[in-house]
C-alpha cells in the first residue's frame, strides 16, 4: 500500500471507530448481519483488519470492489462500491425496516431490482434515478398486485391491476389513473369494457352484467350520459338518451315479441350501477425515491475559504477529501471524526503536498458554478388615480364586470357556426349617471363593445375559469398593473393583482386574426386539454366618445408565468438566430429578463412518458398554426432552479457540496420529496400538467467560440434539477404582405433560414426542429 492511500485511510479508520453506536443500534435491527464487535481499545487490531480489508477490496481510490457499511444512523449496505456510492449490484436496509437489492449506479437505483416495505409491501422490476420506472410487479400489503408498465413512481402505460376484492382492471394507465381503453371486471363477473378518463368511466363503452343485460353508449362520470342501448338477455331493448337529470333522460323501449316489461323505469340502471364502485387500491406510503441515502453528507455546515495551492490554483483537495472521510456524518454531525489538532495539521500538509505532486489529480474544481440570477422586482406599475391610463382600467374593469356578470350560464359546449361570426358582437353604452343596464361611474362616458361573447364564455368554461373569481381577478379592489415598456408590436400589457390574467392592447389586423381563426382555435383547444398554445378568456372593445372616438380593443389572457415557485430564468425561443439576443448588458439581467435564443444555455431533459406527450403536443399545436397561417409565435419557457447553496450558487444534480436555501425565502422549493408527493397524490395533480410545474432536469450547455450563430450549445453533463413552466405565445401574426416584404428585404442582406419572418410551413418546421434538439428525453 502507497504512502499516499495509508494517510487517506488511516483518517477513514478513525472515522470507522467513532460509530460504535450506531454499529450497535444496526445489530439490534438487523440481527442477521454479522459484524464484528469493536471499540476505542481495539486500535491495533481494527487497524491491521482495516489493511487486510482494503487491499483485499479495493487496491486504490476510485476502483469498484465490494463494500458492507454500517451507517451512522444505523443503516446497512453490502454490495458494489465505487468511490463514495453504491454502484453495481448491491442491497441497503434501512432502519425503517425498507429494503432494496438490485442495480445502482452512482447511488441511486437504476436497471433492476427488488424493493420492500416493512408492511409486506413489494415491488419487483425496472428502476430509473431512484424511480419505480419501467416494467414492474407491485405486490401491497393486503394483496392488491399490478403488474405492467411505470413512469416515475406512477402506473402509466398498459398494466393489470388485481384488487384484494377480487376485482381486476386490464387496459392503460396513465399518472397513476385508468386512461383510455380499459376494462373492469368486479368479482362478481360483470365488466365494462371502454373508455375512461382520470380514473373513470367516461366515453364510450359496454357494460355486461351477469344475468346477460348490458349498456352499449356513452358515459360520464361513472353513469350513462348520452346516447345508448340497454339490452336484456331476452332481446328487448330501450334506445336513447341517458342523464342523471330525469328531465334531460328520453327514448324509447322495444319489447321482444309479445312479452316485456313496461313498467321498467330507466332510472333503476343508475340505482344499480351506483352499487359497482371502482376501487381507489391502496397507497404507498413512502415511495422509494424518497429514502435518502446515508452515504449523501447533508450537513448544513458552513463552507470554509479555500487555500491556494502553491501554483495559484484553488487547493480543494483537503476539503474534498475530509468530505470523503466524513461521508457517513448525519446532518447533526453525530458520527463524524473527532481528528484532533495535531492530526488535522499533518493530514492537511499531507495533502497539499499530494496536490502539489500531482497525486490528487481527479479532485480538481470543475469551471466556476451557474449562479442564482438577480432577483427581480415585482412587474409592473401600479395603475392608480392620475395615472394616464387610469380611466381606461375603469372602463374595462366596469364593461367586465357587466359582461361577464349578465352573462347566463353555458349549457353546452357545442356551439353552431354562428356564434363565430365576427359580426356577432354587442355594444353597450356606459355613460357616467347610469343607465337601466349599467351602473353609475367617475369616468368619462364610453361604449363597450363584447367580441362573440358566447364563444369566450364556453371557452372560459372549458378552461376551468369561475366566472365569480374571473371577475374578482380584474374587477376586485386591487387595481391592474402596467408593464414597464410596451412590446415589440407597440401593444401595452396589464398585470391583474394576482398574476393570473394579463391584459394585451390590439391592433384592429391583430383581432381581425383572432376573429378569423376564432372557430378552429375553440376546436383545437377543446380537443386537446393539454395544448401549448396560449388561453384567450375574452376580447372587448372600449371606445371613447367625444371628438377623439379613440378605439382600444384588448385581449384577456392567462397568464403563463402565475405559479407558486418563482421564476428564475426566462427564455423566449423561436429556433432563429438573426437579432436573437438579448440587448441588455449582464449588470441589468435579473429574473424578469426575457433571454432568447443565443441566450439559452441548456438542454432541458423530460422523463419519457412528459418528453413523448410533448412531442405530440408541439406537432399538434404546429399544424394548427401552420393551417391557419400563423408565423412568428415563440416558446415563452420559464425555469426554477430547485436547489442552490446559501452564496446563491446553483448545485448541480448529484453534487456532494452541502445544499443551503435559496436566499428568496419566500418562494417555495420542489424537492424530490415534493415531487414524489405530487405524483402520488391525485388531489395535487391540478398543479402539475404538461407545460405547468413540470420537473425536470437541464444540461447546462456550451457553444463552440467558433461559431458565432450557433442555436444549441454542446451538453457539457453538467444537470440542475429543475421546474418549468412553458407555451406558445405571440399567435396572432400571419404571414401578412408586411411579413412577405420583411422576408424579402432581409433574404437580400442575411441567410434566409436566419431571420423570422418566414412562410409559416417553413417557419413551424424550423421551429419544431429546434425545440426537439433543445427538449429531449432523459435517459
Known amino acids: 500500500m502507497s504512502k499516499e492511500q495509508s494517510c487517506v485511510l488511516k483518517a477513514w479508520e478513525v472515522t470507522v471507530r467513532k460509530t460504535q453506536q450506531a454499529k450497535k443500534r444496526a445489530n439490534s435491527i438487523f440481527g442477521t448481519v454479522s459484524v464484528s464487535p469493536q471499540t476505542d481499545d481495539d486500535t491495533t487490531t481494527t487497524t491491521e483488519e482495516n489493511d487486510d480489508e482494503t487491499s483485499t477490496n479495493r487496491s486504490s481510490i476510485g476502483e469498484l470492489y465490494h463494500a458492507e457499511r454500517i451507517l451512522p444512523n444505523g443503516d446497512y449496505y453490502t454490495g458494489q462500491w465505487y468511490d463514495s456510492f453504491p454502484h453495481g449490484h448491491g442491497k441497503y436496509l434501512w432502519t425503517d425496516g425498507c429494503m432494496y437489492i438490485g442495480d445502482w449506479y452512482n447511488g441511486k437505483t437504476m436497471g433492476r431490482g427488488k424493493f420492500g416495505w416493512p408492511?409486506?409491501?413489494?415491488?419487483?422490476?425496472?428502476?430509473?434515478?431512484?424511480?419505480?420506472?419501467?416494467?414492474?410487479?407491485?405486490?401491497?400489503?393486503?394483496?392488491?398486485?399490478?403488474?405492467?408498465?411505470?413512469?416515475?413512481?406512477?402506473?402509466?402505460?398498459?398494466?393489470?391491476?388485481?384488487?384484494?376484492?377480487?376485482?381486476?382492471?386490464?387496459?392503460?394507465?396513465?399518472?397513476?389513473?385508468?386512461?383510455?381503453?380499459?376494462?373492469?371486471?368486479?368479482?362478481?363477473?360483470?365488466?365494462?369494457?371502454?373508455?375512461?378518463?382520470?380514473?373513470?368511466?367516461?366515453?364510450?363503452?359496454?357494460?355486461?352484467?351477469?344475468?346477460?343485460?348490458?349498456?352499449?353508449?356513452f358515459w360520464d362520470d361513472g353513469f350513462p350520459r348520452g346516447n345508448g342501448t340497454f339490452k336484456w338477455a331476452d332481446g328487448s331493448f330501450y334506445v336513447?338518451?341517458?342523464?342523471?337529470?330525469?328531465?334531460?333522460?328520453?327514448?324509447?323501449?322495444?319489447?321482444?315479441?309479445?312479452?316485456?316489461?313496461?313498467?321498467?323505469?330507466?332510472?333503476?340502471?343508475?340505482?344499480?350501477?351506483?352499487?359497482?364502485?371502482i376501487c381507489s387500491g391502496e397507497r404507498v406510503p413512502v415511495l422509494p425515491s424518497q429514502k435518502k441515502l446515508s452515504v449523501w453528507n447533508s450537513s448544513k455546515r458552513v463552507e470554509k475559504p479555500r487555500r491556494m495551492s502553491v501554483d495559484g490554483r484553488v487547493s480543494v483537495g483537503v476539503d474534498r477529501a475530509f468530505e470523503k472521510m466524513n461521508?457517513?456524518?448525519?446532518?447533526?454531525?453525530?458520527?463524524?471524526?473527532?481528528?484532533?489538532?495535531?492530526?488535522?495539521?499533518?493530514?492537511?500538509?499531507?495533502?497539499?503536498?499530494?496536490?502539489?505532486?500531482?497525486?490528487?489529480?481527479s479532485l480538481r474544481p470543475s469551471p466556476a458554478p451557474m449562479r442564482l440570477p438577480r432577483a427581480g422586482r415585482k412587474q409592473g406599475e401600479t395603475i392608480s388615480k392620475g395615472h394616464r391610463n387610469y380611466e381606461l382600467m375603469l372602463n374595462l374593469q366596469l364593461g367586465i364586470r357587466h359582461a361577464v356578470g349578465k352573462?347566463?350560464?353555458?349549457?353546452?359546449?357545442?356551439?353552431?357556426?354562428?356564434?363565430?361570426?365576427?359580426?356577432?358582437?354587442?355594444?353597450?353604452?356606459?355613460?357616467?349617471e347610469g343607465t337601466k343596464y349599467t351602473p353609475p361611474h367617475q369616468s368619462s362616458e364610453f361604449k363597450w363593445k363584447d367580441y362573440c361573447p358566447l364563444v369566450f364564455r364556453s371557452l372560459r368554461k372549458l378552461f376551468k375559469v369561475d366566472p365569480a373569481d374571473y371577475m374578482l381577478s380584474i374587477c376586485g379592489n386591487d387595481a391592474l398593473r402596467e408593464l414597464s415598456s410596451p412590446g415589440k408590436s407597440g401593444s401595452f400589457f396589464y398585470l391583474t393583482n394576482d398574476d393570473r390574467y394579463m391584459i394585451k392592447t390590439m391592433k384592429k389586423s391583430e383581432t381581425k386574426?383572432?376573429?378569423?381563426?376564432?372557430?378552429?382555435?375553440?376546436?383545437?383547444?377543446?380537443?386537446?386539454?393539454?395544448?401549448?398554445?396560449?388561453?384567450?378568456?375574452?376580447l372587448h372593445c372600449v371606445k371613447l366618445t367625444g371628438p377623439i372616438q379613440k378605439k382600444v380593443r384588448f385581449v384577456i389572457m392567462g397568464n403563463l408565468f402565475c405559479s407558486e415557485y418563482s421564476i428564475h430564468r426566462r427564455f423566449d425561443l423561436k429556433g432563429s438566430s438573426l437579432g436573437r439576443t438579448t440587448d441588455k448588458p449582464e449588470s441589468e439581467i435579473n429574473s424578469n429578463t426575457i433571454l432568447k435564443d443565443l441566450d439559452l444555455n441548456f438542454i432541458f431533459r423530460?422523463?419519457?412518458?412528459?418528453?413523448?406527450?410533448?412531442?405530440?403536443?408541439?406537432?399538434?399545436?404546429?399544424?394548427?398554426?401552420?393551417?391557419?397561417?400563423?408565423?412568428?409565435?415563440?416558446?415563452?419557457?420559464?425555469?426554477?432552479?430547485?436547489?442552490?447553496?446559501?452564496?446563491?450558487?446553483?448545485?448541480?444534480?448529484?453534487?456532494?457540496?452541502?445544499?443551503?436555501?435559496?436566499?428568496?425565502?419566500?418562494?417555495?422549493?420542489?424537492s424530490r420529496a415534493d415531487v414524489d408527493q405530487l405524483l402520488?397524490?391525485?388531489?395535487?395533480?391540478?398543479?402539475?400538467?404538461?407545460?405547468?410545474?413540470?420537473?425536470?432536469?437541464?444540461?447546462?450547455?456550451?457553444?463552440?467560440?467558433?461559431?458565432?450563430?450557433?442555436?444549441?450549445?454542446?451538453?457539457?453533463?453538467?444537470?440542475?434539477?429543475?421546474?418549468?413552466?412553458?407555451?406558445?405565445?405571440?399567435?396572432?401574426q400571419d404571414y401578412d404582405i408586411s411579413k412577405k416584404l420583411e422576408h424579402a428585404y432581409k433574404s437580400i442582406?442575411?441567410?434566409?433560414?436566419?431571420?423570422?419572418?418566414?412562410?409559416?410551413?417553413?417557419?413551424?418546421?424550423?421551429?419544431?426542429?429546434?425545440?426537439?434538439?433543445?427538449?429531449?428525453e432523459d435517459n
Open 513 to 538: 386574426v383572432l376573429l378569423r381563426m376564432l372557430a378552429a382555435y375553440y376546436n383545437h383547444v377543446r380537443a386537446f386539454e393539454n395544448t401549448l398554445v396560449i388561453r384567450f378568456y375574452g
Open 606 to 670: 423530460l422523463q419519457k412518458a412528459w418528453y413523448q406527450e410533448f412531442i405530440r403536443q408541439v406537432d399538434k399545436d404546429c399544424e394548427f398554426l401552420e393551417q391557419e397561417r400563423i408565423m412568428d409565435y415563440s416558446l415563452l419557457v420559464g425555469i426554477h432552479f430547485r436547489e442552490a447553496s446559501v452564496a446563491g450558487e446553483l448545485i448541480p444534480s448529484g453534487a456532494r457540496t452541502p445544499i443551503g436555501e435559496f436566499e428568496d425565502e419566500s418562494a417555495p422549493r420542489l
Open 407 to 432: 352573462q347566463a350560464p353555458v349549457v353546452s359546449l357545442d356551439l353552431k357556426h354562428s356564434a363565430f361570426d365576427p359580426k356577432e358582437k354587442v355594444w353597450t353604452r356606459f355613460p357616467p
Open 327 to 361: 461521508m457517513w456524518g448525519t446532518e447533526s454531525g453525530e458520527g463524524a471524526a473527532d481528528i484532533d489538532s495535531t492530526t488535522r495539521r499533518d493530514l492537511d500538509a499531507e495533502m497539499m503536498r499530494l496536490e502539489a505532486e500531482g497525486f490528487i489529480q
Open 749 to 776: 442582406q442575411y441567410d434566409p433560414t436566419s431571420i423570422s419572418a418566414v412562410d409559416p410551413r417553413l417557419y413551424s418546421r424550423r421551429f419544431r426542429d429546434f425545440i426537439f434538439k433543445v427538449f429531449t
Open 680 to 732: 402520488s397524490d391525485p388531489t395535487r395533480w391540478a398543479s402539475i400538467r404538461l407545460g405547468g410545474n413540470m420537473p425536470a432536469r437541464a444540461e447546462r450547455t456550451m457553444r463552440r467560440s467558433d461559431c458565432e450563430f450557433q442555436l444549441v450549445g454542446e451538453p457539457t453533463g453538467e444537470y440542475y434539477e429543475v421546474v418549468m413552466i412553458f407555451g406558445i405565445i405571440d399567435i396572432l
Open 240 to 277: 336513447g338518451h341517458w342523464s342523471n337529470d330525469p328531465e334531460e333522460m328520453n327514448g324509447t323501449y322495444y319489447p321482444s315479441g309479445d312479452e316485456g316489461n313496461p313498467e321498467w323505469d330507466p332510472k333503476d340502471v343508475f340505482s344499480n350501477l351506483s352499487e359497482y364502485k
Open 119 to 217: 408492511s409486506g409491501a413489494t415491488y419487483e422490476g425496472e428502476f430509473k434515478s431512484g424511480y419505480m420506472d419501467g416494467v414492474g410487479l407491485y405486490t401491497g400489503p393486503s394483496g392488491d398486485t399490478y403488474k405492467g408498465q411505470w413512469v416515475m413512481n406512477l402506473k402509466h402505460g398498459h398494466g393489470i391491476k388485481r384488487f384484494a376484492n377480487g376485482d381486476v382492471y386490464d387496459g392503460e394507465w396513465r399518472r397513476g389513473l385508468q386512461e383510455a381503453q380499459g376494462k373492469y371486471q368486479w368479482r362478481d363477473g360483470s365488466y365494462y369494457m371502454g373508455e375512461w378518463k382520470n380514473g373513470m368511466i367516461c366515453g364510450k363503452g359496454t357494460f355486461i352484467w351477469t344475468d346477460g343485460n348490458r349498456y352499449d353508449g
